[in-house]
């Protein structure tokens, strides 16, 4: 695996972020469901003075223009918790710009093969376990390039070949039509997916350095 050439900025001190107003233009809502650390994140968005907030209930949403599904671990298990929210027929309608993160990018995905699970069906393609080899262990963890498939704001001033963190036993399968960003361990897959509005990264662009900043930076202008 690389090793990063980017400057990897440590956190600073820059200025906090803004509770957002009520009644919308209030920066990014990041959706709870109890699948995941989101103190990474939440640090990243305020050393970028990016507003944010948390949204617990279908009520919630109007408060934002933009929104985060943040998970970690187990993909069937969080799609459990998602589905007890109650939210997940307003997070398949969404309209406005949806970021799934790790596991919240392989929610957006038809089914895992973690749990034998659906998924919200959102990008219909699917999450595979890595196997393992004796020049690829799993979890992949550490830093790896990824590449462009194609053109996107959520891109914008990173370059092709740029190496980003991930944690991960399961990956989305390559499909061309809706690959953003391609990596590669063992196999090829999905670094990156979009649809519509919907977008998903499979690293973790908060433990990222600087690309990972310019990434969340660039969400939260789409």
Not at 27 to 34: E, T, V
Not at 64 to 81: E, L, Q, S, T
Not at 166 to 187: P, Q
Request: charged content about 20%; overall charge negative.
């Amino acid at each position: 695996m690389d090793t990063p050439d980017q400057n990897i900025r440590e956190p600073g001190k820059e200025s906090l972020a803004e509770a957002p107003p009520s009644g919308g233009g209030g920066g990014i809502g990041i959706i709870l469901y109890g699948a995941g650390n989101i103190f990474s994140l939440t640090a990243a968005l305020e050393r970028l003075g990016i507003p944010y907030g948390f949204i617990n209930s279908e009520e919630d949403f109007d408060k934002y223009d933009r929104y985060i599904i943040p998970g970690v671990g187990h993909a069937g298990a969080a799609m459990n918790k998602l589905k007890a929210t109650g939210l997940v027929p307003t997070i398949k309608a969404l309209k406005k710009p949806t970021l799934g993160i790790c596991v919240g990018m392989q929610l957006l995905t038809s089914y895992s093969e973690e749990g034998d699970s659906n998924l919200l069906d959102i990008i219909p393609v699917k999450t595979l376990r890595f196997k393992d080899s004796a020049d690829h262990k799993v979890p992949h963890t550490g830093w790896n390039r990824v590449y462009p498939e194609k053109e996107n704001p959520l891109f914008q001033n990173i370059p092709s070949g740029s190496h980003f963190y991930f944690v991960h036993s399961y990956f989305i399968e390559y499909d061309k039509a809706y690959t953003l960003l391609a990596s590669d361990y063992g196999n090829q897959f999905s670094a990156s997916i979009w649809l519509d509005n919907f977008y998903g990264v499979q690293f973790h662009p908060e433990k990222s350095g600087v690309f990972g900043e310019t990434l969340l930076t660039n969400f939260s202008k789409i």
